[in-house]
């Protein structure tokens, strides 16, 4: 179980609470708190805007609706948020659209800019960026998942294997699965910008 930091889980705690009571301030508190992490991490998997909109809605609807359901003793409440968050985006992907990229929302990583200003570097990088997208939507769904808590979001390998719903082994597997996948389709091009990426 993850431990938030003190002053944090304070609030959250606090929030929590005046949800509990009814308090609509208490859910707007928790919602600006976690809204944005849980976008980020539906648009990691599902790769489409209006589908990681429609998905963060339902995990909060989803969430306020069960607030009482949340359990402290098992898991902090940004991970049991995750884990809501995973199960619809395992939902919608499975009955949708091909995978469109952003990179440069993908993982929440900002991506370097060009080294040149010269048309040639910018090529390049936009070179470099093709690269990864494709090698990152050639990842299965259980892989891309893992790789995007671990390095997009900073779970732990706890976190990422109470999140996916596995055994901490598999879910250490799946990362490094993800990552060598990664660095091998992105030999040579592309490798650094990889370990830039990677490296937050």
Known sequence: MRVEPAGQAET???MIARCLKGDQKGF??????FASGIYR???SLLLHRQDAED???????YAFKNMQRYD???ASFKTWLYTIAISRCRNQYRRKRPLLMDIANLLHFDVPGPKSE???????EQNAKDAVEAALASLSPRLREAIVLRYGHGLTYREVAEVMDCPQKTAESRVR???EALRSLLQPVGIGL???LLSG
Do not use: M
């Open 177 to 179: 699965l993800a990552h």
């Open 55 to 61: 998905v963060t809605q339902e995990t909060f609807v």
């Open 28 to 33: 707007e508190s928790l919602y600006s708190q």
């Open 194 to 196: 990889l370990d830039e």
């Open 12 to 14: 959250i705690e606090k």
């Open 118 to 124: 010269t048309p040639e570097g910018s090529l390049a």
């Open 41 to 43: 991490l539906c648009y």
């Open 72 to 74: 402290a003793k098992r």
